[in-house]
Structure formats: structure tokens, C-alpha cells
């Protein structure tokens, strides 16, 4: 069983950029799904961006063309630019080994990290 760790969250103002970092270990064999999800302050835990064999991406809606999704087995990260006060939450890194629901629906991942925060203020 992996193990993810993430880092680099923290509060910037409207407009500005983060950039999550997830470290990945303990995972072997290749075609893993790699994720970021977030939760915000009452709300259900999304999706925001998903990677399949280092170039296959997929993104939510609210972030195209604002976020970006990068890496391999090893390390995830979120290039986040022109943040919004909405894109504050707890954001989770996830894998998982296979795909039926949907990359970006949290279902099919089994491995989840513990969590970064990241709040925008208007």
C-alpha cells in the first residue's frame, strides 16, 4: 500500500498562486491515476485535476485554464494561478489503480493523503 504526502498549501490574496506538492511512495508497477481533490468549508469533496501516465489530464470545470496538473509515480504537483476565494479548502492528493466512476470522482481512489490548506481571501 502507498503512502501520499502533501505540502504547499497556505493563504495567498485573490489573483495570486500556490503550488501543491504531493510525495508518493511505497507504490509499484505503473498506470496509476493521480489526483487532486478538494473539500471547502460545507461542501462535498471534489475533484480538481487528475493525471494518467505523466500526459493524460483531466481538470474540473472551475479551475481549466487556471490550474495545472504535472509529475509521475513519484512526486504530484498543482500549479494553482489567479486564485479565487472559492478555491479555498482542504485539498487532498489521491491514486488509484483503476478507473470505472470517473478520474475525477473520488470513488475509484483507494490511497488518499492527509491534506493541505489553502485559503484565498478576496
Known amino acids: 500500500q502507498g503512502q501520499l504526502v502533501e505540502s504547499g498549501g497556505g493563504s495567498v490574496q485573490a489573483g495570486g498562486s500556490l503550488r501543491l506538492t504531493c510525495k508518493a511512495s511505497?507504490?509499484?508497477?505503473?498506470?496509476?491515476?493521480m489526483a487532486w481533490f478538494r473539500q471547502g468549508p460545507g461542501k462535498e469533496r471534489e475533484g480538481v485535476a487528475a493525471?494518467?501516465?505523466?500526459?493524460t489530464t483531466r481538470y474540473a470545470d472551475s479551475v481549466q485554464g487556471r490550474f495545472t496538473i504535472s509529475g509521475d509515480r513519484t512526486t504530484l504537483y498543482l500549479q494553482m494561478d489567479n486564485l479565487k476565494p472559492e478555491d479555498t479548502g482542504m485539498y487532498y492528493c489521491?491514486?488509484?489503480?483503476?478507473?470505472?466512476?470517473?478520474?475525477?470522482?473520488?470513488?475509484?481512489?483507494?490511497?488518499w493523503g492527509q491534506g493541505t490548506q489553502v485559503t484565498v481571501s478576496s
Open positions: 489521491a491514486a488509484s489503480r483503476g478507473m470505472s466512476d470517473g478520474p475525477l470522482l473520488p470513488g475509484d481512489y483507494v490511497i
Open positions: 511505497g507504490f509499484t508497477g505503473g498506470g496509476y491515476w
Open positions: 493525471l494518467y501516465n505523466k500526459f
